[in-house]
Structures are given as structure tokens and as C-alpha cells.
């Protein structure tokens, strides 16, 4: 069997699963685990630090579809959708209520 048809098969495949929901069902997204992780250990520096760079990889794969003319929208919805994931992890964070903590996380001020 060529290659090709193995990949081609390989994405009907993919795209059944998630058509049908089961892989939102059974195989949670890394990022999701990640995310819960932080909010059950209340590490509301590390849920910050992960937003960020997320955004940072948003701004350079802008960069990269106008300087190279790259199609970069499959990785740019994939960062779109991680953000929305992480900020509703921050929300649980923050509904936790330790204000103390989320100040500490907080990322230091440029005029202080």
C-alpha cells in the first residue's frame, strides 16, 4: 500500500472521530490537561506564562504568513483554540479566590 493511501486513510479516519465527538470524549487535549493541571495546583504563574506563549507564537505566525506568504491558519486556529482553553482555565483559577496568589502571579509592573 503506497504512502499516500495510508495518509489519505489516516485523515478520513481522524476526521470521522472527530466528526462523530469521540475524540473530544475519550482523549482529552493535551492542553486541557495541562490546564487542569495548573488550576488544581493553584499555579496561576504558570497558567499566565502559558497564555503568553501562546500569544507569542500567534504574533510570529503572523509574521510568518506575511513575510513567506505561508498558509498558517490550521496552527493559527489551533493557538486560538488553546488560548480560549487556557483563559477559561485562568477563570476557574480566579474563581478559586485566593487574591493574594493571583496578585503574586501577576507579572511585574514596567513602572515599578
Known amino acids: 500500500m503506497s504512502d499516500e493511501i495510508i495518509d489519505l486513510s489516516a485523515r478520513q479516519m481522524a476526521k470521522a472521530a472527530r466528526e462523530s465527538g469521540h475524540v473530544r470524549h475519550h482523549m482529552p487535549m493535551a492542553i486541557e490537561q495541562i490546564v487542569d493541571t495548573y488550576v488544581r495546583l493553584k499555579d496561576g504563574r ?45 477563570a476557574r483559577w480566579i474563581a478559586q479566590g485566593d487574591i493574594g496568589a493571583i496578585v503574586r502571579a501577576l507579572p511585574a509592573s514596567p513602572w515599578s
Open 46 to 90: 504558570a497558567l499566565l506564562e502559558l497564555r503568553a506563549h501562546r500569544q507569542r507564537l500567534i504574533v510570529d505566525l503572523n509574521k510568518l504568513r506575511s513575510n513567506l506568504n505561508c498558509n498558517v491558519d490550521l496552527a493559527l486556529g489551533k493557538m486560538t483554540e488553546d488560548l480560549a482553553i487556557i483563559d477559561a482555565g485562568i
